[in-house]
């Protein structure tokens, strides 16, 4: 299994020069094989409902909400794993463990480990720290 992490969901949503390595390389990958995490869509919906909120006109306030729907139908596209009982004591196990990375990086690679998934970040950075975790850079 394949876990989009935000940067590659991100890449797929709104492109930019690394989204065709990306998805060139998932196009060979089985695409019931292919998720991201609640998690991730957490973050995005923070980002998108900011947007909306800092929109100082009608035309800005509704490319917002535009934006708003390409991201919910992109997400309505990918199965989306959640942060479920597993991941929460993976969680907790990094923690102890001290493993040094952002409250919500540790959630995403927590659901990846619990499944035995391979995560594709660019942060490979911080998710290198973490103890068993696979992780690839794809773009």
Known sequence: MLV????????????GRNSPALRERLA????????????????QMRGRTAYIARAKSVDQEVEAYQRLRRHLDNYRQIVILDYDRRAAAE???????????????????????????????????DFEGVPGLKVEDWA
Request: proline letters at 2%; hydrophobic letters at 45%.
């Open 91 to 125: 969680f907790q196990r990094l923690r102890r463990a001290r493993v040094r990375i952002g409250t919500m990086d540790l959630k995403i690679a927590a659901i990846v480990l619990s499944r035995d998934a391979t995560l594709l970040s660019r942060n490979l950075a």
């Open 28 to 43: 060979d990958a089985d695409p019931e094989q292919v998720t991201t995490t609640i998690i991730n869509y957490e973050e």
């Open 4 to 15: 989009l992490d935000t940067d590659h969901m991100s890449l797929l949503e709104w492109g």
